[in-house]
T-cell receptor, first 111, second 117 residues
Framework: TQLLEQSPQFLSIQEGENLTVYCNSS?????LQWYRQEPGEGPVLLVT?????EVKKLKRLTFQFGDARKDSSLHITAAQPGDTGLYLC???????????FGTGTRLQVTL | DTEVTQTPKHLVMGMTNKKSLKCEQH?????MYWYKQKAKKPPELMFV???????INESVPSRFSPECPNSSLLNLHLHALQPEDSALYLC????????????????FGPGTRLLVL
């Protein structure tokens, strides 16, 4: 069974702080997605990264794909309460025809 | 448009009922997926359809029966469910299941929250 470990599992911070979430595996992925999910709703796609070493920015969110395409990170600058949610990474292996989901990071941003 | 729609939003059913969940996308995607998600856990894959054919069944009990009538629609038929089947059921779609990198990206619907009494 392929595993994607995310850390930390839970993070509670105040508005304005910065944070980084990590997603690590021993497997090589052809692409990796990051999603944010709110309670009772479906995961919303934030980004797809496909090239080793790739960095993508989405407003205050910065995503990086590891050089070997085995790991990824999500950095949030100046967190806001609207960033609260469950963050999931998910890797696609070329021949697997399905995603391997990370264990999830629950972020809570308070005023 | 990257929208996947699911109906109903909420469903309460008894263990003897028969019900169906519906999923629809009009993005031209040829891969569609059913997931089950328990609270505070990542989604668990149930079924994968590729070009309207079932390609993956993750050893799901037969009380769950998927159906893909055409390339835009995906159904999940439910019969004789158990209370432990209560969960959020998510549908997703992608251009293809694998191959070209961005084509693997899955887009999720809002989910159906199912409660089995």
């Amino acid at each position: 069974t392929q595993l994607l470990e995310q850390s930390p599992q839970f993070l509670s911070i105040q508005e304005g702080e910065n944070l980084t979430v990590y997603c690590n595996s021993s497997s090589v992925f052809s692409s990796l997605q990051w999603y944010r999910q709110e309670p009772g709703e479906g995961p919303v796609l934030l980004v797809t990264v496909v090239t080793g070493g790739e960095v993508k920015k989405l407003k205050r969110l910065t995503f990086q794909f590891g050089d070997a395409r085995k790991d990824s990170s999500l950095h949030i600058t100046a967190a806001q309460p609207g960033d609260t949610g469950l963050y999931l990474c998910a890797g696609a292996e070329r021949t697997a025809s399905k995603l391997t989901f990370g264990t999830g990071t629950r972020l809570q941003v308070t005023l | 448009d990257t929208e996947v729609t699911q109906t109903p939003k909420h469903l309460v059913m008894g263990m003897t009922n028969k019900k169906s969940l519906k999923c629809e996308q009009h993005m031209g995607h040829r891969a569609m997926y059913w997931y089950k998600q328990k609270a505070k856990k990542p989604p668990e894959l149930m079924f994968v359809y590729s070009y309207e054919k079932l390609s993956i069944n993750e050893s799901v009990p037969s009380r769950f029966s998927p159906e893909c009538p055409n390339s835009s629609l995906l159904n999940l038929h439910l019969h004789a469910l158990q209370p432990e089947d209560s969960a959020l059921y998510l549908c997703a779609s992608s251009f293809r299941t694998s191959g070209a990198k961005y084509q693997e990206t899955q887009y999720f619907g809002p989910g159906t929250r199912l409660l089995v009494l």
